[in-house]
């Protein structure tokens, strides 16, 4: 059974950088396929980004297509979200996840969550 923490968030103005990270424990994930979503208040979990077990493969939601960048270091169990060029819209809980098959852009497609970490743009 994986373990998901995330770390990374806090607040931050609006154009400026952050980088989430996930770290995994329990067993390695560098077999595995991972996600990032989001949740907003009010809102539903929505995907922002996956990428393949090696990194050779990443999809993003089109909303930060070309700001956020996924990747990953396997031989420290972690995943990396690097968000730039951040919008007040961007304001969340994100989560990561294990990819256990199906479409990559599906909710139910993920399990294994992390808790979460509150990122906060301000305008």
């Known amino acids: 059974q994986v373990q998901l923490v995330e770390s990374g968030g806090g607040l931050v103005q609006a154009g400026n950088s952050r980088r989430l990270s996930c770290a995994a424990s329990?067993?390695?994930?560098?077999?595995?396929?991972m996600g990032w979503f989001r949740q907003a208040p009010g809102k539903e979990r929505e995907f922002v980004a996956a990428?393949?077990?090696?990194?050779?493969?990443?999809y993003y939601t089109d909303s930060v297509k070309g700001r956020f960048t996924a990747s990953r270091d396997n031989a420290k169990n972690t995943l990396y979200l690097q968000m730039n060029s951040l919008k007040p819209e961007d304001t969340a809980v994100y989560h990561c996840?294990?990819?256990?098959?199906?479409?990559?852009?599906?909710?139910?497609?993920?399990?294994?969550w992390g808790q979460g970490t509150q990122v906060t743009v301000s305008s």
């Open positions: 996840a294990v990819h256990r098959g199906g479409s990559y852009y599906r909710l139910d497609s993920y399990n294994n």
């Open positions: 329990g067993r390695s994930i560098g077999m595995l396929a």
């Open positions: 990428i393949n077990w090696n990194g050779a493969a990443t």
